[in-house]
């Protein structure tokens, strides 16, 4: 967990391949003006959609001071439904082995058009002997707002670029390499 780097004032070409450059302009948001917003075009777990109410007008809140996914009951209960299947067959929010990992889907974020995948790897975190699945309630955020931490961020690279005209917020989003 955690190789996030602060850089400022420069890109650093190393770090992403320059041809996955992604330039997605960022969305304003009233109730939480701090935090870098864009759409999240579609939710999937394992190839098919989690109805969160993903598309027009639902925020995905890019939050580097935040580790987990978090957001209303009603958007992670969906999400940790879905990963976690139904019936007598449903799977744990916590392991105490890693070798368990491989029994979970992938899950991707589709925004501005291009899909971001995450593994369980990713989406689990190692808690001293045991994994947790990396997916909070949030009292106080609005049901169609997900907000991703470092879950999401350390599997790429993220520019924030303030645009003197206008001030318009941009924000760049590569594949890491």
Same mark, same amino acid.
């Given at each position: ?17 320059? !041809? &996955? ?22 939710? &999937?777990? !394992? ?7 993903? @598309?027009? @007008? #639902? ?16 958007? *992670? &209960?969906?999400?940790? !439904? ?32 291009? !899909? ?7 989406? #689990? ?9 990396? #997916? ?35 924000? *760049?989003?590569?594949?890491? &390499?």
């Amino acid at each position: 967990m955690g190789t996030g780097v602060c850089r400022m004032g420069a890109l650093d070409i190393n770090r992403f391949d320059e !041809n &996955t450059v992604q330039w997605i302009e960022t969305k304003p948001n009233s109730d939480f003006s701090y935090l870098w917003c864009v759409e999240l075009d579609e939710f &999937t777990c !394992n190839g098919s959609v989690v109805d969160i109410g993903t @598309g027009k @007008g #639902f925020n995905l809140a890019l939050d580097t001071g935040s580790s987990f996914f978090k957001g209303s009951n009603d958007v *992670i &209960t969906k999400i940790t !439904n879905a990963i976690e299947g139904s019936g007598l067959q449903r799977l744990s929010r916590v392991l105490h082995s890693k070798e368990d990992l491989h029994k979970y889907p992938t899950l991707e974020l589709n925004i501005a058009g291009t !899909n971001y995948e995450l593994t369980p790897e990713q989406y #689990f975190f190692e808690v001293g002997n045991r994994w947790e699945l990396g #997916f909070q309630v949030m009292n106080g955020l609005p049901p169609d707002m997900l907000l991703a931490g470092s879950i999401f961020l350390d599997t790429v690279y993220c520019a924030f670029i303030r645009e003197e005209e206008g001030a318009v917020l941009l924000l *760049i989003l590569v594949a890491a &390499t």
